[in-house]
């Protein structure tokens, strides 16, 4: 990897957005928290600018984040942004106080200096977004303000002879109409980043360095059918080849055909791979269980027990291949912590350690749909780069309640109509994430001239970037009356269907 961007987090929630939008411009950067940066000799590219976050914090404040600007400033060209400009003025000798009123939303630039290289091709009175508490009040005269807005008196500021600037503007969301010029005029024109980084690149370089990392060491890595496992296995089968030995469990808990169907993928793209049945263990350490975190962990612990045992069956492995992605290593060193508000996605945490083996991660520095895009280039078939996310515990946490076989194939089967019936009308795509909940009720119906008392089930469909937050799908109508009659008339045990139409938050996307 030769160049990158170096992005100084003070906290703020647009952080990652920062670093989303720099990427687009196909220039790699890496967020690191104000609190643990690195010695710029220690990272593997060459830094060649840096961008300061905003933050939640004020200046003002006596436990404000601070770090140590003349690491960077006359060295490096560095944006501050929001917080990071406010820090740099202050730092300058200029007046930073509390906005008289909070100034948020939309502003109109003005006295817009084009000549600048920061704010070249804007167009007088853009459209900004304003997001902040305090604002720079003066400037000394070692800064010179490039612009304004009607309530801001600096908007943006350039310190003299140097390639350094200040923005109390958010160029990261879209509300900033044209803030990715002004983040490509830092990025490229002003850092002169090559934009080479794509995902071509990314597999080039990616493969060279697993090759001279591993050498001729055998690597296992645990596929799961998702999207993440398999672009990190494609990685590794690229670079070691046979070395890598995949292991595919089959819990009982996933969809229907679901093992076979993605086995077989798996071995059409060359895998080495093993199909591990151990549903049988599974359905034993979760009878009687209705507890949702109690089910996880027990559906994690045989998974442990199984892989090791499978893995043991390969002589001298040294590697333990994860296809951990960059937003959980954002989160695990965040500047607040890991944040309590994601559950967690390592089901399988403690393998590492339980195995005595180096972990290999070959995605840890790429965003979901980066994935993707590397995905599409390792030419992965699209049923598996385009695939809903899927919980490691499956469908034990969307029946509710204890699990029985039974209530596995039930789910099964009303799962695999709901998901076929959005392919077939083409709306898989338009969905982030789908599936159906068995609730653990039984409700009133009539078949015939019968009375019944069968299950209830609830399809879920939401729409979603990241999980993070979601809202409800509103698929159409004749859709769910379809899908409903479809079920009713086909899976015996099931005679109601619901729609969830809750958002996260309040609630969640799964119920358990
Ligand atoms: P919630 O229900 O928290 O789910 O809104 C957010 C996303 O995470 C998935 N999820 C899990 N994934 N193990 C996983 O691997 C889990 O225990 C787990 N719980 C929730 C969920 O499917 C959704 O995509």
Redesign the pocket.
């Known amino acids: 990897m030769s160049e990158m961007i170096l992005i100084v987090d003070f906290g703020s929630q647009y952080t990652q957005l920062i670093a989303r939008r720099v990427r687009e411009l196909n220039v790699y950067c890496e967020i690191h928290p104000f609190n643990h940066l690195p010695s710029l000799d220690s990272l593997e590219a060459q830094v060649k600018g840096v961008i300061l976050s905003g933050s939640p914090c004020s200046v003002k404040d006596e436990d404000a984040p601070h770090i140590d600007l003349q690491a960077y400033l006359g060295k490096l060209p560095v944006l501050g942004i929001c917080y990071g400009a406010q820090l740099i003025a202050e730092k300058h000798g200029g007046e930073v106080l509390p906005s008289r009123i909070r100034e948020y939303g939309r502003a109109k630039l003005s006295k817009i200096d084009t000549h600048k290289d920061l704010l070249k091709e804007l167009t007088q009175d853009t459209q900004v977004w304003m997001s902040h508490g305090d604002t720079i009040n003066s400037v000394p005269e070692s800064l010179e303000v490039i612009a304004k807005t009607p309530t801001v008196a600096v908007a943006a500021f350039k310190i003299k002879g140097q390639d350094s600037y200040g923005i109390q503007f958010h160029p990261e969301v879209t509300h900033s109409v044209e803030g990715k010029t002004v983040l490509r005029n830092f990025v490229v024109h002003i850092c002169k980043c090559a934009q080479d980084w794509t995902p071509d690149i990314f597999v080039e370089t990616t493969v060279a360095s697993l090759q001279q990392e591993i050498g001729n060491d055998k690597v296992v890595l645990g596929l799961s059918g998702g999207v993440d496992s398999s672009v990190a296995a494609m990685l590794l089968h690229k670079a070691i080849g046979k070395n890598l030995h995949c292991i595919f469990v089959d819990n009982g808990l996933l969809r229907k055909n679901e093992f076979q169907d993605v086995l077989a993928s798996y071995e059409d793209m060359g895998l080495n791979v093993s199909g591990v049945d151990a549903h049988e263990q599974f359905y034993q350490a979760l009878a009687g269980i209705s507890d949702p975190e109690e089910k996880?962990k027990a559906i994690g612990r045989v998974f442990i027990e199984v892989f090791d045992a499978e893995a043991h069956k390969i002589k001298e492995v040294k590697w333990l291949g994860q296809g951990t992605i960059y937003p959980d290593v954002i989160e695990s060193v965040s500047v607040k912590g890991p944040s309590a508000t994601?559950?967690?996605?390592h089901?399988v945490g403690g393998l590492p350690e339980k195995m005595h083996l180096k972990v290999i991660e070959p995605l840890k520095t790429l965003f979901k749909d980066e994935v993707r895009e590397v995905g599409k280039t390792l030419e992965i078939p699209q049923n598996i780069l385009q695939r809903h996310?899927?919980?490691?515990?499956g469908l034990a946490?969307r029946i509710l309640g204890d699990i029985t076989e039974k209530k596995v194939r039930i789910l099964q089967e009303v799962d695999h109509i709901f998901i076929s019936k959005l392919k077939e009308e083409n709306l898989y795509n338009d969905v982030w994430?789908a599936g159906v909940i068995l609730l653990p009720i039984q409700s009133v119906g009539v078949m015939g001239d019968e009375r019944t008392y069968e299950g209830v089930v609830s399809l879920r469909a939401v729409t979603s970037v990241d999980?993070?937050t979601?809202d409800w799908c509103h698929l159409p109508y004749e859709f769910l009356s379809d899908v409903s009659n479809e079920i009713i008339n086909n899976v015996k045990g099931v005679n109601r269907v619901v729609y969830d139409i809750s958002s996260?938050p309040p609630a969640?996307?799964?119920w358990e």
Do not use: D, L, Y
Request: proline letters at 15%; zero cysteines; aromatic letters at 4%.
């Open positions: 996880r994601i559950k967690s996605h089901n996310p899927f919980p490691g515990p946490i994430q999980g993070m979601a996260k969640t996307i799964e």
